[in-house]
């Protein structure tokens, strides 16, 4: 079993930054594959970003690539989503998701998921 939290949203204006962090519990934390996906408002939830258990794989939409970051810190049980040059476009809910195999993370059927932390960005 493995719960997630996640945390460090908030508010920041258009180019700036944060970094969502996702604290999860579970001895078993090291061998699980780590994702973040986000949902605006009124839409469907989309894939963003993905790491494997070791963190020597990485993943991201086409549309945050170059901005965002993805890393891990097996040792804290903590995934990040560092987040640069936020735009509008990336308000959403973000939610970071856990499954042992990193093809399910991909696609949006890992077996666990956080209950969101809210970004908006203003322009």
């Known amino acids: 079993q493995v719960q997630l939290v996640e945390s460090g949203g908030g508010l920041v204006q258009t180019g700036g930054s944060l970094r969502l962090s996702c604290a999860a519990s579970g001895r078993t934390f090291s061998t699980y594959a780590i994702g973040w996906f986000r949902q605006p408002a009124g839409k469907e939830r989309e894939f963003v970003a993905a790491i494997s258990w070791s963190g020597s794989l990485t993943y991201y939409t086409d549309s945050v690539k170059g901005r965002f970051t993805i890393s891990r810190d097996n040792a804290k049980n903590t995934v990040y989503l560092q987040m640069n040059s936020l735009q509008p476009e990336d308000t959403a809910v973000y939610y970071c998701?856990?499954?042992?195999?990193?093809?399910?993370?991909?696609?949006?059927?890992?077996?666990?998921w956080g209950q969101g932390t809210q970004v908006t960005v203003s322009s």
């Open positions: 998701a856990a499954d042992s195999k990193i093809n399910s993370v991909r696609i949006g059927a890992a077996e666990y």
